[in-house]
């Protein structure tokens, strides 16, 4: 594996694909940054089905620019196509939220909730990125930042439902609780002052 060139581009196009028995290969733009065990997704194509999320990259060849990975049965023929492959940022995971909220996701709101890490990861991604620094979407860059990305999605899954601010029954607001602050979490993620290196 060769070193990533910072920064890492998270979208990535797609200009070739092909499949054999569920084994898909996708030529890329680029592949730096791209490990194997990543989580991606791929939106675009012109037949629905090709289209995924939250698969993981079984390999990755970076003189070919190719990445490989493992759905369904379907073959199909070698052709150029467009599309945009999507790395995950994975930052904090859906465990690191339920500990810091206390408690345990049912499984009917799993999807939802992890729907809010991943929001949450790609925003603190991207906020960095445009702050000048150079970080990899596979891990934290300290645990300053990933604090950061747990009080962000801590926040969206606690304003589910609602119009303005915490969803709550109390309408004297005398149970609200004080919330981390946007500022706050800046702060935490190192952005919001003037860009580095």
């Not at 990533?4 to 092909?18: D, G, H, Q, R, Y």
């Not at 990975?69 to 690191?96: G, K, N, P, R």
């Not at 990305?149 to 926040?155: D, E, H, K, T, W």
């Amino acid at each position: 594996m060769t070193a990533p060139t910072f920064p890492i581009s998270l979208t990535k196009e797609v200009t070739n694909v092909v499949a054999t028995s569920g084994t898909w290969t996708l030529t890329l733009s680029d592949v730096d940054g791209i490990i194997a065990g990543m989580r991606f997704s791929v939106g675009g194509f012109t037949t629905a089905s090709w289209n995924v999320q939250g698969e993981v990259v079984d390999s990755v060849n970076a003189t070919n620019k190719t990445v490989t990975y493992t759905h369904a049965s379907t073959t199909v023929a070698s052709q150029t196509a467009w599309a945009q492959f999507h790395l995950a940022c994975e930052w904090i995971t859906l465990e690191d939220l339920e500990a810091a909220l206390g408690y345990t996701f049912d499984a009917g709101d799993t999807a939802w909730a992890t729907a809010q890490v991943d929001a949450s990861n790609d925003w603190a991604y991207r906020m960095r990125q445009s702050s000048g620094y150079q970080d990899h979407p596979n891990y934290a860059p300290d645990s300053s930042a990933k604090q950061g990305v747990i009080l962000y999605a801590s926040q969206l899954v606690k304003q589910r439902g609602a119009v303005d601010g915490y969803a709550s029954f109390d309408a004297q607001a005398f149970g609200a609780a004080p919330g981390q602050s946007y500022a706050q979490i800046l702060q935490l993620l190192g952005c919001k002052k003037p860009q580095v290196g």
